[in-house]
Nanobody, 123 residues
Framework: QVQLVESGGGLVQPGGSLRLSCAAS????????KGWFRQAPGKEREVVAG????????YYTESVKGRFTISRDNAKDTVYLQMNSLKPEDTAVYYC????????????????WGQGTQVTVSA
């Protein structure tokens, strides 16, 4: 069974940091574009960041620029999202995505999704 498995979510205070990981199983996603999305209660799922298969191209939604960093380790078939200076409005379920399309100004999702990991930013 093809899976993307997220981990690293949790409860953190405003201004804190978390690092999300997304590992692949069932098939390799080493040479595909990947991204992170999030969905807050009552809101639509939105793109957070994307990274090309080589790591040379990245995309960030405006609200996380300068605070979040997407990276990947193709040897481990894992993509990461380092989240710093977290705000209450970052609270959401975060989803990993694979085989999307990316430019410097967008990441459009592919068909593979993880199950999501909850990030809660609260004092």
């Amino acid at each position: 069974q093809v899976q993307l498995v997220e981990s690293g979510g949790g409860l953190v205070q405003p201004g804190g940091s978390l690092r999300l990981s997304c590992a692949a199983s069932g098939r390799t996603f080493r040479n595909v574009n990947k991204g992170w999305f999030r969905q807050a209660p009552g809101k639509e799922r939105e793109v957070v960041a994307g990274i090309s298969w080589s790591g040379n191209t990245t995309y960030y939604t405006e609200s996380v620029k300068g605070r979040f960093t997407i990276s990947r380790d193709n040897a481990k078939d894992t993509v990461y999202l380092q989240m710093n200076s977290l705000k209450p409005e970052d609270t959401a379920v975060y989803y990993c995505n694979a085989i999307g399309s990316i430019t410097g100004s967008s990441y459009n999702p592919g068909k593979y999704w993880g199950q999501g990991t909850q990030v809660t930013v609260s004092a």
